[in-house]
């Protein structure tokens, strides 16, 4: 293969503030219907956590039941399982077999739309409610359900990420009849998980294990609205990208993060693995993960020592 | 408004107020001019991310100067061979291994995106990794 505050809001104040809610049908609708939609759109997206940002803009089309992605880290590709990427002028390709079908967490609740426009048309305005917390704002395309802004908020009030289309035409787009020629393709294959990684992690649920190249164990975890990955590699301390990540901490624990504008990446060392996070998951969630992932810790000396030298 | 190139880089960087970030979003709705700015801004801060550390030329700093070589005494020489043998010791058990599996961003990004995008959620439109 070649070469990222504690917010409770009291009782009474949910009580008067929160919106009437509609049933999670209504939300899981839109999110379908907008991930099945066609169209062609140009955007921007930003996200920020505690003075770390990311920002950057693209274009994406949809048609066919292919996805291209455009912007300045890249380009994308995706048709059913397979994914493209391209280097320069070759492209790399990964195939997912086999994945678990997606449901949505009852913890989240959409506010009653109001109706709007945006980009000259019908919109309607909603908000995903976690509890009595405001999770996301997005204003959605009514024919479409395609989200033309969506900010999600961390919790506290604050806003995490922000995208938003600044161009969008919906309806069928000319497009590749077929996937690029893939420069290497490789399978993603599921595999069995360790008891270490537990099947529900703050409300978020392993739907899928996967074993990569050289031992890699990769978990995915989503709760139908936000997902994230876990990677567990032999222990390493060659953190590559990591080594100026910003620090923060959680639970006493400290780990390194990088804010990359459409998810976030953390890293840390356990005694016997290296754990790697990537996801679309605000902060407050990502503190709630990781206090139910094996925790940062150091092997004793002579077990450094001996692994070293022995393996 | 006018053309809001001050604070283009500043939105990038998320400097901006929720008010200030308003009114740029909606400028660059209307404003291809500022859109290709920002696009510009964005790929020259990406590329000077991506830029190499390189170590520099031996001599270059006077530090990593090669230290002159001094007959030891044979009492300090045994000394110095045993602080040696403890810091490889310690090396061994401390430092980072060249056999040890580097963190590759890229790879993960990629086999993160490849599961992600079979499903709904809140983010149906992903930027491409490594925009950040």
């Not at chain 1, 009291?10 to 919106?19: D, E, I, K, Y």
């Not at chain 1, 739309?113 to 009514?142: F, H, K, N, Q, W």
């Not at chain 1, 077929?178 to 420069?183: I, K, T, V, W």
Request: charged content about 25%; proline content about 7%; hydrophobic content about 40%.
């Amino acid at each position: 293969m070649r070469r990222v505050l504690p917010f409770v809001a009291g009782l009474a104040a949910a009580l008067l503030v929160a919106p009437a809610a509609w049933a999670d049908d209504d939300l899981a609708d839109y999110l379908e219907g907008a991930a099945a939609a066609e169209f062609h759109g140009s955007g921007i997206v930003l996200c920020t956590w505690d003075g770390d940002s990311a920002g950057t803009t693209y274009e994406v089309t949809r048609s066919g039941g292919m996805s291209m992605v455009h912007g300045a880290g890249g380009e994308l590709m995706a048709a059913g399982g397979t994914t493209a990427t391209r280097s320069g002028a070759d492209w790399y390709g990964l195939e997912v077999e086999e994945w678990s079908a997606w449901a949505l967490s009852d913890r989240y609740r959409l506010t009653d739309p109001e109706p709007t426009t945006r980009l000259g048309r019908s919109a309607v305005a909603v908000t995903v409610m976690e509890g009595p917390t405001e999770r996301a704002r997005m204003i959605i395309d009514e024919e479409s359900t395609v989200p033309l802004v969506t900010e999600i908020l961390d919790g506290e009030d604050g806003v995490f990420r922000v995208a938003v289309l600044v161009e969008f035409s919906p309806g069928p787009q000319p497009m590749p009849s077929d996937m690029p020629e893939m420069h290497e393709q490789t399978m993603v294959t599921r595999g069995p998980a360790p008891d270490r990684l537990g099947i529900e992690v703050a409300g978020y649920r392993r739907a899928d294990t996967y074993r990569g190249e050289e031992g890699t164990l990769h978990a995915f975890y989503t709760d139908g609205l936000f997902s994230f990955s876990l990677f567990e590699t032999e222990r390493t301390r060659r953190l590559g990208a990591f080594e100026e990540a910003t620090r923060f901490e959680v639970g006493g624990h400290t780990y390194r993060r990088i804010v990359a504008p459409s998810e976030v990446w953390v890293q840390w060392n356990a005694p016997d693995y290296s754990y790697v996070l990537v996801g679309d998951l605000p902060p407050d969630h990502i503190a709630a993960v990781l206090t139910e992932l094996p925790e940062p810790g150091e092997p004793g000396f002579w077990i450094r020592l001996w692994r070293r030298l022995f393996g | 408004m006018k053309h809001p190139e001050d604070l283009l880089s500043a939105l990038v960087d998320g400097e901006l107020t929720a008010t200030e970030r308003h009114a740029v979003t909606e400028h660059l709705e209307t404003c291809p001019t500022c859109r290709a700015e920002l696009t510009e801004i964005t790929i020259a801060r990406d590329t000077v991310r991506d830029l190499p550390m390189i170590d520099p030329p031996p001599g270059l700093i006077p530090e990593s100067a090669p230290a002159r070589r001094r007959l030891l005494r044979p009492v300090w020489a045994w000394a110095a061979a045993g602080a040696a043998a403890l810091a490889l010791v310690i090396g061994l058990a401390t430092g980072p291994g060249v056999s040890e599996p580097e963190v590759d961003l890229e790879t993960l990004a990629n086999r993160h995106t490849a599961r992600l995008v079979v499903q709904p959620g809140i983010q149906t439109v992903r930027a491409p990794a490594g925009g950040g």
